[in-house]
T-cell receptor
Framework: GAVVSQHPSRVICKSGTSVKIECRSLDFQATTMFWYRQFPKQSLMLMATSNEGSKATYEQGVEKDKFLINHASLTLSTLTVTSAHPEDSSFYIC????????????FGSGTQLSVL | DAKTTQPTSMDCAEGRAANLPCNHSTISGNEYVYWYRQIHSQGPQYIIHGLKNNETNEMASLIITEDRKSSTLILPHATLRDTAVYYCIVRVAAQGAQKLVFGQGTRLTINP
């Protein structure tokens, strides 16, 4: 199946710093990518939809100035957690869709963010 | 909000078929049913999807009722590596973006 690469897999940072997470579609072009976050023992929560060449669409309750999304090319979307705080510690997962209509969604391996 | 309901947890013996049910009574005519699974601390893995007809691939079979209000994912010969959280998702098309909204899923445990 299609491959979505997410980097880094784990990051530990100090409170107040910014962290960038990259999501790449390796063998297909993805005009749309999605970003999720997941707390322990909970389901995935959709944060935003990232569209190549345009602004991201954020879900209700997600601060767009806190979670900056850039989708500069058809194979790369980045999520920057700005001025991270301990409550931002979570598992962040990106995904990309292949094709249109019933296209499948493939997921990255996730990034575990720990803010001290 | 997720449009599906699933049992919170299930157990199955290794080597037996695991049947995971899902209710999606408000599904629309052009919405697909997708199944994903997530092993601890990894990204979800695509399993199978379908619209109306039953589907089968190398991983599983998907049985969709005629009224499309429910479906069942079947893992024909479960192994210990199939222990995971299984998510049944109805594809929502909104604002041109075909996002997937996850429910709570079913935690499937395969016992030796």
């Amino acid at each position: 199946g299609a491959v979505v690469s997410q980097h880094p897999s784990r990051v530990i940072c100090k409170s107040g710093t910014s962290v960038k997470i990259e999501c790449r579609s390796l063998d297909f072009q993805a005009t749309t990518m999605f970003w999720y976050r997941q707390f322990p023992k909970q389901s995935l929560m959709l944060m935003a939809t990232s569209n190549e060449g345009s602004k991201a669409t954020y879900e209700q309750g997600v601060e767009k100035d806190k979670f900056l999304i850039n989708h500069a090319s058809l194979t790369l979307s980045t999520l920057t957690v700005t001025s991270a705080h301990p409550e931002d510690s979570s598992f962040y997962i990106c995904s990309a869709i292949t094709g249109t209509g019933a296209g499948k969604l493939f997921f990255g391996s996730g990034t575990q963010l720990s803010v001290l | 909000d997720a449009k599906t309901t699933q049992p919170t947890s299930m157990d199955c013996a290794e080597g037996r078929a695991a049947n995971l049910p899902c209710n999606h009574s408000t599904i629309s005519g052009n919405e697909y049913v997708y199944w994903y699974r997530q092993i601890h601390s990894q990204g979800p893995q695509y399993i199978i999807h379908g619209l109306k007809n039953n589907e089968t691939n190398e991983m599983a079979s998907l049985i969709i009722t005629e009224d499309r209000k429910s479906s069942t994912l079947i893992l024909p010969h479960a192994t210990l590596r199939d222990t995971a959280v299984y998510y049944c998702i109805v594809r929502v098309a909104a604002q041109g973006a075909q996002k997937l909204v996850f429910g709570q899923g079913t935690r499937l445990t395969i016992n030796p």
